[in-house]
């Protein structure tokens, strides 16, 4: 326990240092946190509104009108009448208080969905950057050979003139040679590709190295972090408020109302003034249908709750798995390395003395080659699955 809170309170500094600064470079590159930022602003101004027009829901009438009497004892036999009320419609129950919570969900949701978000981009970008990585070593390997095997190809040559190797035998190695350098160019052109990519995440950043061999968290701290199971959770409560938002639309609310009639009827006793309560009780048998609908469907998204925990469990065992595989396989191999090594440097010598033939001495370069390729490609698939489920099983995704 103490060596993992050791690791997380060095998380930042560690070897990780490289690989978050770079993907936190990305993250604000593409103003994933503002575009969050803003639509919380936004969220936040719209709980407000609804809370100010539960009880300030203001209204105005104002209307004026013309009487014309043969009885009235004016000159004109007509007056008019100026009525204005004011009303106030207040939610004093609780009515409206859903449309508060579903916003509130709704915050919750869309932060989760920046966390799968999160989540994804980082994955992409570990996974580039690890080919990168990987593809680099391998062409240094490549490179070394072509060095190392073109100056067989200049002792060959002086042999040739000596009358001690065919022409037809230095004109193979050439050959071959010029193959080996072909995938050295294509190689080049791969980096430089994948090296532009990752420069429109980043810009600013260098391509940093992957060299995290070891898990430092358990598989129970990765499933404690797992969005799109909270985002179904999430779903499923909204649900569940907008049913109970469609059940209580039976809630009365209250009208107050404050009138003024100003009468210039002769006959009249003077001006009126008024104020009422009244009383708004909607009957609507249909909400109550379409509650039951949001209950069934909220129902159906907790269902999905196990089915999203199996599957996130999936993804920690194909990232565990691939690196164990990954180890076991790199424990063989290093093991045999050496002698792959010397079997080279053996061949090298038989084939300059014309001991073995151009084909051996290829076959045996050939393997060499590739047993050194495929320790760099295990060593590149441990370190990017420990990386994988270290960054996410510590939460430092999210951040």
Known sequence: MLKKIVFISLFGVSAFADITSFYHSALKNLEYNKNYTLYEKANQTSQSAITYSKYANFSADAAYSKTYAKLLPSASGSFGTTDISLHD??????????????????????????????????????????????????????????NKQYKIYEKLETLEKNGDVT???????????????????????????????????????????LTQTKMFFTK???????????????DAQKLLSQSKGMNNSYIPTIDFAAAYQKLDDPTSYGDNHSFGVALHLPLNGGNFKEAEALKVAALSKETKSTEYKIQRERE????????????????????????????????????????????????????????KNHIVALKNKMQLEATIINTIASGKVYE
Request: glycine fraction near 0%; aromatic fraction near 10%; charge should be positive.
């Open 316 to 371: 920690y065992i194909s990232y565990y798995q691939a690196y164990k595989n990954a180890k076991k396989q790199l424990e063989v191999l290093e093991q045999s390395q050496k002698d792959f090594e010397k079997s080279e440097a053996t061949i090298q010598k038989a084939y300059l003395k014309q001991y073995v033939d151009f084909n051996t001495y290829l076959q045996v370069l050939q393997q060499a080659l590739d047993v």
């Open 89 to 146: 419609t207040m939610d004093l129950f609780g009515k409206n208080d859903y449309k508060i919570q579903a916003l509130r969900l709704n915050t919750k949701v869309k932060r989760s969905r920046l966390n799968l978000k999160k989540e994804q981009l980082f994955i992409a970008l570990a996974n580039i950057i690890s080919l990168y990585n990987k593809t680099a070593l391998q062409l240094k390997i490549r490179q070394e050979l072509y």
């Open 220 to 234: 129970k701290d990765f499933l404690l972090h797992n969005p799109q199971a909270k985002i179904n959770k999430l």
């Open 167 to 209: 022409e037809l035998n230095l004109l193979r190695f050439k050959n071959t040679l010029t193959t080996l350098q072909t995938s050295i160019v294509s190689m080049k052109q791969e980096l430089f590709k994948m090296k532009a990519q990752l420069s429109l995440y980043a810009p600013d950043q260098s391509i940093p190295k």
